[in-house]
C-alpha cells in the first residue's frame, strides 16, 4: 500500500512564488509517474504537471513557464515549484503517485494554495 502526503501550500501575494511538496510512502520499488492536479471551487480537477519516471514532463498550458514540476526518486518525492502566482492559481493542489502506467495512482490528501493580495 503506498501512502501520499503533500506539504508546502498558503497564502501568497500575486507574483509570489510556493514549492509544494509530495512524499510517497510504503510499498515501492518504482514510481512510474507523479503528478500535480489542482481543483478550483466550482470546478473540475486539472492536471497541472506531471514527471515520469525517465524525467520526461507534461505541463499546463497556463503553467508552463511559471511552474517547474521535479522529482527525488531516492526519496520518492515530487516538487513544484511555482512561481509569479496569479490568482486564478488559487485551488487545492494534489498530488497523485502512479506505480504503473494505466493505474489509477493514490491520492494525497490536498493542500490548499491561495493567491491573494
Known amino acids: 500500500q503506498v501512502q501520499v502526503v503533500e506539504s508546502g501550500g498558503g497564502l501568497v501575494q500575486p507574483g509570489g512564488s510556493l514549492r509544494l511538496s509530495c512524499a510517497a510512502s510504503g510499498s515501492i520499488s518504482s514510481i512510474f509517474v507523479m503528478s500535480w492536479y489542482r481543483q478550483a471551487p466550482g470546478q473540475q480537477r486539472e492536471l497541472v504537471a506531471r514527471?515520469?519516471?525517465?524525467?520526461?514532463?507534461d505541463y499546463l498550458d497556463s503553467a508552463r513557464g511559471r511552474f517547474t514540476i521535479s522529482r527525488d526518486n531516492a526519496k520518492n518525492t515530487v516538487y513544484l515549484q511555482m512561481n509569479n502566482l496569479k490568482s486564478e492559481d488559487t485551488a487545492v493542489y494534489y498530488c497523485?503517485?502512479?506505480?504503473?502506467?494505466?493505474?489509477?495512482?493514490?491520492w494525497g490528501q490536498g493542500t490548499l494554495v491561495t493567491v491573494s493580495s
Open positions: 514527471i515520469f519516471r525517465g524525467g520526461s514532463t
Open positions: 497523485n503517485v502512479a506505480l504503473q502506467p494505466g493505474s489509477r495512482g493514490t
